[in-house]
């Protein structure tokens, strides 16, 4: 694209040049959001009824869904140990070094077609 040509959005808008977010920025910011999080507003962030309940239909549809149906039931098992973890995915999300790598993760994959929400639920599970 040319850098001399300015667009416009739908709205007349001046388009602004796209700025590079900075990780320690969103580190900050991703720390600052699940710092003082509840298990339960955990999981309200990476599911909930409405979404499960579609994703049921597409599986009686033959389709692969449902992963995160038990987090609604099950909410502790972000809060659990696996064999070889020194942390819980719940515990992790308030360590600044895996908010590092959470970040670091999210601006790697921030041009694709992943919503951050699959990122973070894929990058926890």
Known sequence: MDENIVMFD???NAIQKKQPIDRAKLTTQLY???NDI???QLV???TNE???LVEYVNLSNGK???QKMSLLFNPHRLSTKTK???MSIFEALHDEGF???LARAILFTASSIYLVCYIKYYSLA
């Open 10 to 12: 739908l709205f007349g």
């Open 64 to 66: 692969h869904s449902c």
């Open 44 to 46: 309200g962030m990476i």
């Open 38 to 40: 509840t298990l339960e």
């Open 99 to 101: 908010i590092s790598g």
């Open 50 to 52: 409405f979404q499960e």
């Open 84 to 86: 070889g973890s020194r």
């Open 32 to 34: 600052a959001v699940f």
